[in-house]
């Protein structure tokens, strides 16, 4: 045991979060950085510019708490995803981490469980357990995918309070069919259980317009939750939000805290929201280089899925960690999400693909998995 966890232990912490670890990645200094779905691409200057003016006039006033309710933020939303919506039904917070945070807070708690499929993101079960929620690990399919009927089973078994379904799933890619979803809440609303479908990767899908959007009305117990760090290219701005019924919002105001999204992030959401066609430009070329990278690992004889996000998550692999450090000692960083035989990445720049296409393809040439 280390000395920091060691003191950790020596404190005294609630007994449900002994032995956990932090949610975490490496923070490494290296030319490639390919492990965390950030958007790589450079910020457009002129999107640059406008969030300068916007927080610049918004700094103004920093005496003052911000707008409580932000409502001209969740207009600018609303007509960014359209499907009818309108204001009433979109709530913002600080990244769709605390999007999710809110929820459980609201529907879990002790005595109540949340139910997801793994391999998923990995923060489901570190924000159930930040809210003394019951994390029920959901089994999915050999090849990761989850079928209607499987996850029907499994949600009349368990009846859980809430059930997260990642579409596209982190960190398989892949995303889910509609009548996948439909079947879900349907199950869920057996008991009354909140369905969650989180969205981050969604404007990176196949079809962006197969989205659980088209689902929320007359579904009172739905929710799609979404994010602006990764099309939108504002992982640092910290900005999450979903779409809901009006009644959703209103759960959630019972557990925010005070003014939690505040003046300069508003201001940074409403400049590039307003300059969203600059800042989705990029998507078709993100789309672009993740195609390529699933068409070169199939020719290198590996097995990336079919992705339907900004990443590749790809097996075939005889030392997924050997992998790994070859690539970052080569300056290119990806992640290993823990899975035997492997590993996950970015899709970059296009010349942040070609260093991770040309890094692997000399690790298998050098191990002789590649003749």
């Known amino acids: 045991m280390t000395e920091a966890m060691e003191n950790l232990e020596n404190l005294p912490l609630r007994e449900d979060l002994r032995g956990r670890s932090p949610y975490g990645a490496p923070m490494l200094d290296v030319p490639v950085t390919l492990n965390v779905n950030e958007n790589t691409h450079p910020m457009p200057v002129e999107v640059v510019e406008a969030i300068t003016r916007e927080v610049a006039e918004t700094a103004k006033t920093l005496n003052r708490y911000p707008n409580r309710e932000f409502t001209t933020l969740r207009k600018e939303l609303a007509s960014y995803l359209g499907h009818g919506l309108t204001e009433n039904q979109l709530w913002a917070a600080n990244g769709s981490n605390e999007i999710l945070q809110q929820l459980f807070q609201v529907f879990g708690g002790p005595g109540r469980s949340v139910m997801s499929f793994v391999p998923t993101y990995s923060m489901y079960p570190l924000l159930a357990d930040g809210t003394n929620t019951t994390f029920i690990a959901g089994s999915r399919a050999d090849d990761f995918t989850l079928t209607a009927a499987s996850a029907v089973e499994q949600i009349r078994h368990h009846k859980p309070n809430l059930v997260v379904l990642c579409s596209p799933n982190n960190p398989t890619g892949t995303g889910l069919d509609l ?39 007359d579904r009172p117990l739905l929710v799609v939750s979404r994010t602006m760090s990764k099309a939108f290219a504002l992982a640092g701005a910290r900005i999450g939000y979903f779409a809901a019924s009006s009644a959703m919002c209103d759960a959630v105001r019972l557990v925010r805290l005070p003014y939690h999204l505040s003046a300069v ?18 998507v078709e070329d993100i789309r672009s280089q993740r195609d390529r990278i699933v068409r070169k690992l199939r020719e290198f004889g590996l097995e990336p899925a079919d992705s339907d996000s900004n990443f590749v998550f790809f097996g075939g692999l005889k030392d997924e960690k050997a992998a790994w450090q070859y690539l970052l000692k080569d300056g290119v960083l990806v992640r290993d999400n823990g899975i035997a035989h492997h590993l996950r990445v970015t899709a970059g720049t296009e010349s942040e693909t070609s260093a991770f296409l040309e890094s692997l393809e000399a690790y298998l040439r050098n191990t002789g998995e590649l003749s």
């Open 179 to 217: 009548s996948t979803i439909e079947a879900v809440y349907e199950a869920m609303s057996e008991h009354d259980g909140i369905t969650i479908v989180d969205e981050a990767y969604a404007e990176f899908a196949q079809d962006p317009s197969q989205t659980a959007l088209t689902l929320l009305e």
């Open 265 to 282: 992030t508003q201001a940074t959401a409403l400049a590039a929201l307003r300059h969203r066609t600059q800042l989705l430009e990029n």
